[in-house]
C-alpha cells in the first residue's frame, strides 16, 4: 500500500510512504529549476508514478493544507509554478510591503467572511482539481492541518519516548505560526498554538528573500 503527502504551498514536495516506510521524498524545484517552487508539483508526481508506483497502488493523498487559501493562490497564477519570495522581494513592490502588515491579513479574513457563502463552492472546485492533478477518485484524496502535518512528521523518531512535547514554527499555515502539542500512545493533543500575525517567520522570510 503507498500513500502520498503533497504540499503546494512555496518549496513544493510530495511524499511517498509504502507499508509505514518513507521509500521518496522530492521538491518539484529539483525537476522544474525554480527556486522555492510553488504550486502544485506536477513533474514530481509523474516520476513517482513513471518510477515508483501507479496510481491504482496509491490508496490515500494528504495535502497539507485544510484552508484552501493556498489553492486560491495557485489559481491567480494560473496554476503555473512560481518562485516564492518574502513580501519584502524587490518583485513584489508596494504590494509586497502591505501584504506583511496586519491591516492585509485583517481585510483578507473580513473578505472571507463576506465571501462565504462561495467558500463551499471553491472547496469542490478546489476537490476536483485536486483529484484530478493527483489521477486518484475524490474518495482517496484528504487534508490534514498544516502545523499537524509539521508535527507528525517528527512522529517516527520519537515513537520510542512513550511521550514527547513536541514544538511547530515558521511562517504561517492554516493560519497560524507556531503550535505546542503533547504526543502520547500514538495521539497528537494540541495544547497551544499563535496566530500568524506573530509570526516570527515572517520576519526570517523578510531577511533571507
Same mark, same amino acid.
Given at each position: 500500500?503507498?500513500?502520498? !503527502? %503533497?504540499?503546494?504551498?512555496?518549496?513544493?514536495?510530495?511524499? %511517498?510512504?509504502?507499508? =509505514?516506510?518513507?521509500?521518496?521524498?522530492?521538491?518539484?524545484?529539483?525537476?522544474?529549476?525554480?527556486?522555492?517552487?510553488? /504550486?502544485?508539483?506536477?513533474?514530481?508526481?509523474?516520476?513517482?508514478?513513471?518510477?515508483?508506483?501507479?496510481?491504482?497502488?496509491? $490508496?490515500?493523498?494528504?495535502?497539507?493544507?485544510?484552508?484552501?487559501?493556498?489553492?486560491?493562490?495557485?489559481?491567480?497564477?494560473?496554476?503555473?509554478?512560481?518562485?516564492? =519570495?518574502?513580501?519584502?522581494?524587490? /518583485?513584489?513592490?508596494?504590494?509586497?510591503?502591505?501584504?506583511?502588515?496586519? +491591516?492585509?491579513?485583517?481585510?483578507?479574513?473580513?473578505?472571507?467572511?463576506?465571501?462565504?457563502?462561495? *467558500?463551499?463552492?471553491?472547496?469542490?472546485?478546489?476537490?476536483?482539481?485536486?483529484?484530478?492533478?493527483?489521477?486518484?477518485?475524490?474518495?482517496? $484524496?484528504?487534508?490534514?492541518?498544516?502545523?499537524?502535518?509539521?508535527? +507528525?512528521?517528527?512522529?517516527?523518531?520519537?515513537?520510542?519516548?512513550?511521550?514527547?512535547? %513536541?514544538?511547530?514554527?515558521? !511562517? $504561517?499555515?492554516?493560519?497560524?505560526?507556531?503550535?505546542?502539542?503533547?504526543? *502520547?500512545? !500514538?495521539?497528537?493533543?494540541?495544547?497551544?498554538? $499563535?496566530?500568524?500575525?506573530?509570526?516570527? !517567520?515572517?520576519?526570517?522570510?523578510?531577511?533571507?528573500?
Amino acid at each position: 500500500m503507498h500513500h502520498i !503527502g %503533497v504540499h503546494y504551498g512555496h518549496n513544493a514536495t510530495v511524499a %511517498v510512504v509504502k507499508n =509505514g516506510e518513507l521509500i521518496f521524498c522530492q521538491s518539484e524545484e529539483r525537476l522544474n529549476r525554480i527556486k522555492n517552487s510553488t /504550486g502544485f508539483p506536477e513533474q514530481t508526481l509523474r516520476y513517482i508514478y513513471d518510477r515508483v508506483c501507479d496510481p491504482d497502488e496509491v $490508496v490515500s493523498a494528504t495535502l497539507s493544507f485544510l484552508y484552501f487559501h493556498t489553492y486560491s493562490n495557485l489559481k491567480q497564477h494560473e496554476f503555473k509554478p512560481f518562485e516564492h =519570495g518574502s513580501y519584502l522581494s524587490p /518583485g513584489y513592490g508596494m504590494s509586497g510591503f502591505l501584504a506583511g502588515t496586519k +491591516f492585509r491579513w485583517q481585510l483578507a479574513a473580513a473578505k472571507s467572511k463576506f465571501f462565504n457563502k462561495y *467558500k463551499r463552492s471553491l472547496q469542490r472546485e478546489a476537490h476536483e482539481y485536486f483529484s484530478k492533478s493527483l489521477r486518484l477518485p475524490p474518495d482517496r $484524496v484528504g487534508y490534514i492541518d498544516h502545523h499537524q502535518a509539521h508535527a +507528525f512528521s517528527i512522529i517516527p523518531n520519537i515513537d520510542d519516548w512513550g511521550k514527547g512535547l %513536541v514544538f511547530t514554527l515558521d !511562517g $504561517v499555515g492554516d493560519e497560524k505560526c507556531a503550535t505546542v502539542s503533547i504526543y *502520547k500512545n !500514538g495521539k497528537l493533543e494540541l495544547l497551544s498554538e $499563535v496566530n500568524h500575525y506573530n509570526s516570527l !517567520g515572517y520576519y526570517y522570510s523578510a531577511i533571507t528573500g
